[in-house]
């Protein structure tokens, strides 16, 4: 772990995640800043992280190597406005994970020819089981690639598109993508319940099994559809439910979905990416 200093600015669920997930792999709190207008977001990323907090964007941008924009989208803008003038001084490495904005409007708002990365992680970063997918501009040289990779990759998978129209559909996919599985979760366990289960054992079973499942697809040979034939015996109870999903046509479902996120992701850099 280099020994970079890291400011964010916009210290909220996605800040957490990945400041909780930096410092569980050994970086150092005193190397990260966070400033967020709000006292409750510092005193709880203080207390949880022991890292530095301020409410001045400036003061956090100052003496960083990297500057993590992490406030919404809409926000994004003023934001970099205030720090503009301390990024085009020192042209620190910048590294955006708002979803949707595009990285020559980023540039833009911040004075121009500067490095910026386009990050999209995940909240399971928290936990150090992230998958980010980065982009970056011309202006980035090798050194902070790697230093991007480095921040992103202690958290959790990380990977490279050259395309930055890709990260549109990375956002749908992964970006968005925990929350279609806890929904499964919240969907099973409560169907779980109708069935008759008590609640606990239903959500012990329920995660237990999204566990179980994640983990053979991910550490074993088996793709997917072969894991899922395998649990499916001809005219049992899994064929049975399968039926109903593929009447319902859940792959269906499921595309619409991420076409709606992916959709949503471009529509947000034309609402917010404008002069
Ligand atoms: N939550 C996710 O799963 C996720 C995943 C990938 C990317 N993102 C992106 O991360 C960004 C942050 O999302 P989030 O879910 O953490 O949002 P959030 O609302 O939890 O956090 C944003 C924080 O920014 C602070 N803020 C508002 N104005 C500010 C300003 N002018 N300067 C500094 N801070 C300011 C807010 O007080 C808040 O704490 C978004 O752009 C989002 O698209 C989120």
Redesign the pocket.
């Known amino acids: 772990m280099s020994d970079s200093s890291i400011a964010f ?9 990945l400041v909780g997930g930096m410092i569980a792999s050994g970086r150092k709190p005193t190397s990260i800043w966070v ?4 006292v409750d ?1 510092l005193d709880n990323h203080r207390h949880r992280h022991g890292v530095n907090v301020t409410q001045e ?1 400036t003061e956090a941008a100052a003496n960083a190597d990297v500057i993590v ?5 809409q ?2 803008r ?2 970099a406005a ?1 720090i503009a003038s301390i990024v085009q001084e020192r042209k620190p490495l910048m590294l955006s ?5 595009r990285e020559p409007d980023i540039s833009r708002w911040l004075g121009g020819d500067v490095p910026v990365v386009r990050a ?4 399971p970063a928290l936990i150090r089981c992230g998958a980010t997918v980065l982009y970056a501009n011309p202006s980035v040289t090798g050194q902070q690639k790697a230093l991007a990779e480095e921040i992103m990759g202690a958290v959790g998978l990380c990977l490279w598109v050259d395309e930055e129209e890709h990260m549109d559909a990375v ?1 749908a996919t992964s ?2 993508g ?2 279609y599985f806890f929904h499964m979760m919240e969907c099973m366990q409560a169907a779980a319940e109708d069935l008759g289960l008590p609640a606990d054992v239903a959500r012990q079973l329920v995660l237990q099994t999204a566990l179980g499942a994640a983990r053979m697809a991910s550490e074993g040979e088996d793709e997917p559809g072969t894991l899922r034939e395998k649990v499916t015996s001809p005219g049992g109870t899994t064929a049975a439910a399968l039926e109903v999903l593929g009447q319902e046509d859940l792959a269906g479902v499921i595309k619409k979905a991420l076409t709606a996120a992916r959709d949503r992701s471009r529509t947000l850099s034309d609402e917010f990416g404008k002069d």
């Open positions: 600015i916009g210290g909220g669920n996605m800040a957490h995640s400033a967020d207008p709000f977001q964007n924009l992490a406030v919404k989208p926000i994004l003023d934001a205030q994970i708002a979803a949707g904005l999209m992680p995940n909240t956002t970006g968005s925990p929350a």
